[in-house]
């Protein structure tokens, strides 16, 4: 009876909705559904002569023909799932520190000092990176300097920086929902974890990691998602022996202008990405709304 | 003569679909009474309260404000205000705001609003506290600060839905005394709805209650106590020992009730409101602990057509200061009583296991024909 | 585990010492962005030539500050116009649409709200192709049927705005809906019962209750627009916003007013961040 309230509004209420509701299906239909839906469309055809199309499934078979795409997808793909997994391994005992071991002030001052990196643009920050590993970076200095190397030490462009860029991109985004979960961890179910018997190693798989997994699940499939579509880190860290999918499709776009062929391409990121968003709410049974919302 | 009554409500119906919310409510509350609607969680006393406030229209009948309609009239165009259940102050806003916030829709201007708003902080005994942010508030004083934001409106009438059910204990029988006093005070109507019997009981001039949708009785507090007009009200307002039978004949002016669980009860047949008693009537019959006297075994009276009179076993001591009672097991039946010790610690050495003469005169025995079957009123056992 | 249970120190050490580790990875880039832009030197990289300010102010070439290098100004002009636009567009949907999510009832909410979060999990250099694909659908289906040139659906910067305004609007859907839905409405029925109108009741009780959310959203929805990439590239025409102006300079090799750019988008992020987390915390919930 309490919810009755809505009565209030009487008659006005269907018209009033639909005014409201306006601007959402705008922004979906013309913004996310139609652009989508024409995406597929165009990937699905074959330039014959100047302004003439077919439908056909070329572009698709290219894809699956030419080793250097297939590759490339699949080491995204393979790269991200790395990259979120080490996100996970490193991020998750800072977010137990910052939730479960620190008090008061100290807690929310260490929880924004990880946010406060992750405002400033990813560009600066791989630029950061970009200063430290170079050939004359810092890095490489202090390593002559401590007399462990004899010349200069190009550390860009390969896999292993690629991934220290990736995680340290995402770490914000696993970060942030396993504090929040593990927070809202009472305390007294860790106590009483440890006064039935057990030790930091089965408290933590039977208690925290079960309780923590709606956030874990969520952080992962953002940075799963991120990592997945990233064109920076990888461009710029690993220059052009970076592979990344993302920059196959700009180069089809921009630089080859074939638009038909960039758009299964994107179309095959989208679907790979959904796949694995999808797989990763399904085995953490999460729900896509409980994992963002 | 309507317009004397500052509420009025005509056989006021709301649905819910199939489910009847209210039904068939009709009242009248006059100018300056304290109006209480009784009644446990579910009976429909917030769905009334909230028709009178406009948030809900009724399905049928009239609602009458000063004796004119108000259906059809926006809850912001009715003269009335409320004080609602978790006070719903607006946490943005500092105390003075939240006070004026009425006055500053009426577009009044500024220097009156200053100047109502400081004169009803007085009045509710906050005089300083303008400035003061709602957080920093104590729970009586939110209390109070709600009822300025509606008093400074000058509403015919003052909705109170259960604002007493958030506070503790201590501060709830303190707010109820407080209450009472303002409402005697400034004169305003107001019309509080709550499940507990005694708030109702405390603060009101006038109680009705609900059950079920529907108005059992509206009276007084101590009508409601002394002359309950249906089972439910007997049950429901105070505590008392609870029977069952049947009625069997009128001897000596007195009715003769067989109970099912064993011996008889006798009782004044004018407390029995239908008339027509005919032998085998089912019949509900209760007892206030406190109208029933005890004496050490063996020095009771005898029972007679005028006297009830039974023995118990003490089962357990409630003891509560001026509020100690005792839980018998009758000795022949069985059956389980709650009797009031008296204050005078006559009884103050009394054990569990020892055994007492109760009596109790017919005229303290209410009783009423029970429609329903004999097991299907099991609630309330021995204690409502 | 948590302090109420005793632990080794031994393992205490080393949790800590792990938690400076991580901070120091935190920081590092960004520490040497900031003091490489005050490196006297041509390039942002070792060795350290002495201080000075000549990345900031200089004027005389090669020592081009980032106070006079117009091409970087004028890119910076160009995001911010960017964000502006994107802010009062996203956070005005998103309020339409945290009402209508969080108020109204209406048959295939579910499946809206699925929709309305769905570009979150959409990569954003696949939002940006889409709709440069779709825009340029339309621009030509347009030209072919009755000639006009529609070229604002051409990439530039209106449809840079539309494509971040199409996954920022998510955003800040989300942040003021989480908002909106702590809010009790028995304050709106207060605020009717005191005389107001519906509309008054939302611009002075509702409004004011969001203003956090609004804050924040809005503060987000401008950060992100101004440092977007991805999306962006996809979009962008002739105009360079300060993303894809920094890109190309990095790509080329840069001098140390790139350093000190950085720097200062970091203060000021970081200044709008802190006000953002700050706007947010709710005063009244102790």
């Given at each position: 009876m309490k919810n009755a309230s809505g009565s209030v509004a009487g008659g006005g209420l269907k018209l009033g909705v639909l005014l409201m509701a306006t601007p959402l299906l705008l922004w979906l239909l013309l913004l996310v559904i139609l652009p989508h839906l024409d995406l597929l469309m165009v990937s699905l055809r074959e330039r014959i002569s100047y302004g003439k199309y077919a439908f056909s499934f070329t572009n698709y078979i290219e894809f699956f023909t030419e080793p250097l795409y297939w590759n490339t997808y699949v080491r995204t793909a393979t790269m991200s799932i790395l990259a979120t997994a080490l996100t996970l391994v490193i991020g998750f005992p800072i977010s137990y520190y910052i939730a479960k071991v620190m008090r008061g002030r100290g807690k929310s001052v260490l929880f924004l000092m990880c946010l406060?990196?992750?405002?400033?643009s990813e560009l600066v920050r791989t630029f950061g990176w970009m200063i430290l590993l170079r050939e004359s970076g810092v890095i490489s200095h202090f390593l002559q300097w401590a007399g462990l190397v004899d010349g200069p030490v190009e550390m860009l462009y390969n896999d292993v920086t690629i991934m220290v860029g990736l995680v340290y991109t995402s770490m914000l985004f696993m970060v942030v929902p396993l504090v929040s979960v593990l927070d809202s961890l009472d305390d007294s179910l860790i106590e009483a974890g440890y006064d039935l018997g057990g030790n930091a190693f089965t408290v933590t798989r039977d208690i925290v990691i079960p309780h923590a997994m709606p956030g874990i699940a969520s952080g992962c499939i953002v940075v799963f998602m991120l990592t997945l579509g990233n064109y920076l880190t990888p461009n710029l860290l690993?220059?052009?022996?970076?592979?990344w999918f993302t920059e196959q499709i700009y180069t089809q776009f921009i630089?080859?202008?074939n638009w038909e062929s960039g758009s299964a391409f994107g179309f095959l990121l989208l679907v790979l990405s959904s796949l694995i968003v999808w797989l990763g709410l399904k085995l953490s049974r999460q729900t896509l709304s409980d994992t963002v919302g | 003569m309507a317009d004397q009554f500052d509420l009025e409500c005509r056989d006021v119906v709301k649905k819910f679909g199939q489910f009847?919310?209210?039904?068939q409510v009709s009242l009248t509350i006059p100018q300056g009474s304290f109006f209480s609607i009784l009644g446990?969680?579910?009976?429909g006393k917030t769905t009334l309260l909230r028709m009178l406030a406009g948030f809900i229209e009724p399905t049928a009948g009239d609602i009458l404000i000063k004796g004119k309609s108000v259906l059809g009239v926006a809850p912001n165009r009715r003269p009335v205000n409320m004080v609602f259940?978790?006070?719903?102050?607006?946490?943005?806003?500092n105390v003075a705001q939240n006070v004026a916030y009425g006055l500053r829709r009426r577009g009044v201007g500024r220097a009156t609003i200053d100047k109502k708003v400081a004169e009803t902080l007085a009045r509710v005994g906050?005089?300083?506290?303008?400035?003061?942010?709602?957080?920093?508030?104590?729970g009586g004083q939110k209390q109070r600060i709600a009822i300025a934001r509606c008093l400074v409106l000058e509403p015919a009438v003052l909705l109170l839905?259960?604002?007493?059910?958030?506070?503790d204990l201590k501060l709830r029988e303190h707010m109820k005394v407080e209450l009472k006093q303002l409402q005697h005070e400034i004169g305003t109507t107001f019309v509080y709805i709550t499940h507990d019997q005694s708030e109702a009981l405390v603060m009101s001039d006038q109680v009705a209650v609900m059950n079920a949708g529907r108005f059992e009785q509206v009276g007084t507090p101590q009508e409601l106590y002394?002359?309950?007009?249906t089972p439910f009200v007997a049950g429901f307002v105070g505590e008392s020992n609870r029977w069952q039978g049947t009625f069997e004949t009128v001897a000596d002016g007195k009715a003769i009730i067989r109970l099912d669980s064993g011996g008889v009860i006798y009782t004044d047949?004018?407390?029995?409101?239908?008339?027509?008693l005919v032998a085998g009537q089912r019949m509900d019959v209760f007892v206030r602990p406190e109208a029933i006297t005890i004496a050490a075994k063996g020095q009771g009276p005898v029972a007679t057509s005028g006297l009830n009179a039974m023995q118990g076993r003490v089962e357990n001591l409630l003891f509560n200061g001026a509020a100690s009672s005792v839980q018998l097991r009758e000795?022949?039946?069985?059956h389980e009583m709650n009797v009031a010790l008296p204050?005078?610690?006559?009884?103050?050495g009394l054990r569990n296991g020892d055994e007492l003469d109760l009596s109790w005169s017919a005229g303290q025995t209410k009783c009423f024909p029970n429609t329903k079957p004999a097991q299907a009123d099991a609630s309330g056992e021995a204690v409502a | 585990m948590i302090p109420s249970i005793p632990q080794s120190r031994y393992a205490k050490g080393i949790y800590g010492a792990y938690v400076t580790l991580f901070f120091v990875y935190l920081a590092a880039p960004l520490v040497v962005v900031g003091v490489f832009a005050?490196?006297?030197?041509?390039?942002?990289?070792?060795?350290w030539e002495g201080a000075t300010l000549a990345w900031f102010f200089g004027d005389t070439a090669p020592y081009i500050g980032i106070f006079h290098d117009s091409a970087l100004l004028r890119s910076i002009g160009t995001s911010a116009f960017v964000a502006v636009w994107v802010t009062l567009l996203s956070v005005t949907v998103g309020t339409c649409n945290a009402f209508l999510f969080e108020r109204a009832r209406f048959p295939g909410k579910n499946l809206l709200y699925m929709l309305a979060i769905s570009p979150l999990v959409i990569p954003g250099v696949i939002l940006g192709i889409s709709i440069l694909v779709f825009s340029n659908a339309i621009a030509n289906g347009v030209e072919e049927a009755i000639?006009?040139?529609?070229?604002?659906?051409?990439?530039g910067l209106f449809l840079v705005i539309i494509g971040q305004f199409a996954f920022i609007t998510t955003i800040t859907t989300l942040v003021i809906s989480a908002r909106l839905r702590k809010f009790d409405i028995t304050l709106e029925e207060a605020a009717l019962n005191l005389g107001a109108s519906r509309a008054d009741a939302i611009r002075t009780i509702t409004i004011p209750y969001l203003k956090p959310a609004l804050i924040g959203a809005a503060i987000v929805s401008f950060l992100m627009s101004f440092e977007n990439f991805n999306t962006t590239l996809m979009l962008v025409?002739?105009?360079?916003?300060l993303t894809i102006a920094m890109f190309d300079r990095l790509k080329q090799g840069s001098t140390p007013a790139l350093n000190a750019l950085s720097l200062l988008l970091m203060v000021v992020s970081g200044g709008l961040a802190l006000i953002s987390v700050f706007a947010q915390r709710d005063r009244s919930s102790k």
């Open positions: 406060i990196p992750f405002w400033v690993g220059g052009k022996s970076s592979l630089t080859r202008f | 009847t919310a209210v039904d446990p969680s579910g009976c259940q978790h006070l719903a102050l607006f946490p943005m806003m906050l005089p300083d506290s303008g400035q003061k942010q709602i957080s920093q508030l104590s839905d259960e604002p007493l059910g958030a506070l002394y002359q309950p007009d047949p004018t407390q029995v409101t239908n008339p027509d000795t022949t039946t069985g204050q005078t610690g006559a009884f103050a | 005050f490196n006297d030197s041509l390039f942002p990289s070792m060795p000639g006009w040139d529609l070229d604002f659906l051409r990439p025409g002739s105009d360079a916003p």
